[in-house]
């Protein structure tokens, strides 16, 4: 008798079977280890031509700054790109998997990304992981449906606005926007505006800092604007550099101890293309 | 049951009532990410899931998006092997289903919907699905955080084989009350209307509700002068 074939799921997502050993190592005072976040401020508004997105560029492990200039403005398609807050390496992995995605679509119809196709690519993802994937992304584009902007939350729900901030710093760079945000702005009037958000964000928010990135995806071309504005230039820079001449450290002992000759290495063949 | 804080919720207030051609489904637009107001004005509440029926939707955001993403799915195919459009039972069921099988899975909170809509063989229906998986067919219904203020409201409020336009106006009198009295709910009022004309929805902004300025809430001061009598406090004389 032929035995109907179920497919069994496979078990994807992740594993909590080690959470019960994790509790007793933490109660015990072991340290987890930290994971690098973007604390952050990236921002995304609709302008006359298209879309202008804006990030800050500071990456924090904890109390500490990683990475004083990282990039937080990913690459999804041509026409489409999306700023990541959250953890790093989720907000890397997550829109490095759908820019796959949609670059093999696109080899498949032969046609330009839609803005929607990344959406709900990110979204089924996301919720599939229940908001442990912590990635929360301004997506932004234009198609030839027209301008998009969406904001994806960690949990796998979207918004549509025509002007959006997430990350740390998003309530500064929020006060900005809906101050001064109106419909139809230029291409420089958007740029400033964007710009004036980070800013705000970075010197109001402790998990933003460093400089500005901005990145206008109009019908056709993309700007990608790498640090824009620099308001945090290192400022106490020695003018005498750091060379360090013989003479500067007292020398008390020298001991000198010469190193045994080395074999001669045998006779290979170089390696042929 | 945990409140995520960090996910975004539409908890809000959702009503659907019928009258006596169609029903009426309204909702506030409020959305909040643990205790902070993430927008007023940009969650609309209440999604299409079939030509005729719509699905109010109150509690997680994720969750919620993913249910009428999931049942609008099953019901185009349904439509295209039924020809016919889908019906407001088998909507709700569908929807009744998915929140059923789930319930242990979703760890979110409080999950209510509302699915209203017109179809050719009963007219206009309106069922309330629960956390859980309870269905409920009923002549009107409430729920989301702001409910549980409006009940009593719309027990007496409606009556049966309303107008349009009064069922309508009770739907935005009641989702007002609301959101004057509930902090999770605020903003516009969107409503749909559904009957065998077709869909209409409707958007009143915050400033042109009834109770907009929380009238009944203030008291009347009166403007009284007050005297200031100074004491002077002179050091003590020796």
């Known amino acids: 008798m032929a035995k109907a074939s179920v497919d069994a799921r496979t078990k994807g997502g992740f594993s909590f079977d080690l959470y019960q050993r994790n509790e007793m190592l933490l109660k015990k005072g072991l340290q987890l280890p930290k994971f690098r976040k973007t604390g952050t401020t ?22 500490i700054v990683a990475d004083k200039n990282c990039e937080k403005i990913h690459y999804i398609a041509p026409n489409i790109y999306c700023c990541g807050a959250g953890t790093a390496a989720d907000t890397e992995a997550v829109t490095d998997m759908i820019s796959s995605q949609l670059q093999l679509h696109r080899y498949a119809t032969g046609r330009e990304s839609r803005v929607v196709t990344a959406l709900t690519l990110l979204k089924s993802h996301l919720f599939g992981y229940q908001g442990h994937v912590s ?4 997506l932004g584009g234009v198609d030839v449906t027209g301008p998009h902007l969406h904001t994806v939350y960690p949990h796998g729900s979207a918004d549509t606005l025509p002007f959006a901030t997430m990350g740390s710093g998003s309530l500064a760079a929020m006060a900005v926007f809906e101050s001064k945000f109106r419909e139809g702005l230029t291409k420089d009037e958007g740029i400033k505006l964007v710009s004036e958000a980070i800013c705000s964000g970075i010197f109001n928010d402790l998990g933003s800092g460093s400089n500005v990135d901005v990145c206008v995806i109009t019908k056709g071309q993309t700007e990608y604007l790498r640090n824009h504005q620099l308001p945090n230039p290192r400022t106490y820079t020695s003018t005498r550099g750091y060379n360090f001449t013989k003479g500067h450290t007292e020398v008390l002992t020298t001991k000198v101890t010469p190193l045994k000759s080395k074999k001669q290495a045998a006779e290979v063949d170089a390696m042929e293309e | 049951m945990d409140l995520h804080l960090n996910a975004p919720y539409c908890m809000g207030t959702i009503v659907g009532v019928t009258y006596d051609d169609g029903v009426v489904l309204g909702a506030d637009s409020r959305m909040t990410i643990g205790m902070l107001v993430a927008n007023d004005s940009v969650s609309d509440k209440i999604t299409q899931l079939t030509d005729k029926v719509y699905i109010c939707r109150s509690g997680p955001a994720a969750v919620l998006e993913f249910v009428s993403d999931y049942v609008r799915n099953i019901l185009d195919q349904q439509t295209i092997q039924f020809g016919q459009p889908a019906t407001v039972k088998a909507t709700a069921n569908l929807v009744r289903l998915f929140s059923y099988k789930n319930t242990n899975a979703i760890q979110m909170g409080q999950m209510g919907m509302i699915v209203g809509g017109w179809d050719k063989y009963e007219g206009g229906q309106i069922f309330a699905v629960a956390q859980g998986g309870t269905i409920l067919k009923l002549p009107y219904a409430i729920d989301g955080s702001g409910s549980s203020g409006i009940e009593g409201f719309l027990d007496r409020a409606w009556k049966e084989g309303m107008s349009k336009d009064k069922a309508e106006k009770l739907v935005v009198k009641a989702v007002s009350l609301a959101i004057a009295s509930d902090a999770a709910s605020g903003g516009a009022v969107r409503t ?28 009347k001061t009166k403007k009284t002068t007050t005297t200031r009598t100074e004491r002077r406090i002179d050091a003590p004389k020796p």
Not at chain 1, 135 to 138: C, G, I, N, S
Not at chain 2, 196 to 202: I, P, W
């Open chain 1, 42 to 63: 990236i921002v995304g508004l609709v302008f006359q031509d298209g879309v202008i997105l804006g990030a800050d560029t500071r990456a924090t492990e904890g109390p």
């Open chain 2, 192 to 219: 749909v209307t559904i009957n065998s004309d077709g869909v209409r929805k409707n958007c009143y902004p915050p400033d042109s509700l009834p109770l907009c300025d929380d009238k009944r809430r203030r008291t």
């Open chain 1, 135 to 138: 990635a929360a992304l301004v």
